[in-house]
């Protein structure tokens, strides 16, 4: 049974950095893809970030591109999201996800659709004070 637990979130100013992390326990990281989203009160779930099983493919919505970056450590079964720069739109509950499908077949138009993971952890507020 795949289960996800993140971790790091908390409340900081407009411009701070924060560092999100995400624990995978029956599901190696290493095999697929894995993403970050986040979800404000009142907004559908977005995609903010992913990061498929050959390192490379990396993929990022507009909104935190050149600010987040994405990474992981296949020794430790982690997944990190480094978010610079912080704004007060980036205030949401940020959640960890994991596919089961062939990393392969993941490719920039689905990488960051929710219908695209299957493994959900339970989320982590962040909250960005202006």
């Known amino acids: 049974q795949v289960r996800l637990v993140e971790s790091g979130g908390e409340s900081v100013q407009a411009g701070d950095s924060l560092t999100l992390s995400c624990a995978a326990s029956g599901y190696t990281i290493s095999n697929s893809c894995m993403a970050w989203f986040r979800q404000a009160p009142g907004r559908e779930r977005e995609g903010v970030a992913s990061i498929c099983a050959d390192g490379i493919r990396t993929y990022y919505s507009n909104s935190v591109k050149g600010r987040f970056t994405i990474s992981r450590d296949n020794a430790k079964n982690t997944l990190d999201l480094q978010m610079n720069s912080l704004k007060p739109e980036d205030t949401a509950t940020y959640y960890c996800?994991?596919?089961?499908?062939?990393?392969?077949?993941?490719?920039?138009?689905?990488?960051?659709?929710?219908?695209?993971?299957?493994?959900w952890g339970q989320g982590t507020q962040v909250t960005v004070s202006s």
């Open positions: 996800a994991a596919s089961s499908r062939p990393w392969q077949l993941i490719g920039a138009t689905i990488a960051l659709s929710t219908f695209t993971y299957n493994a």
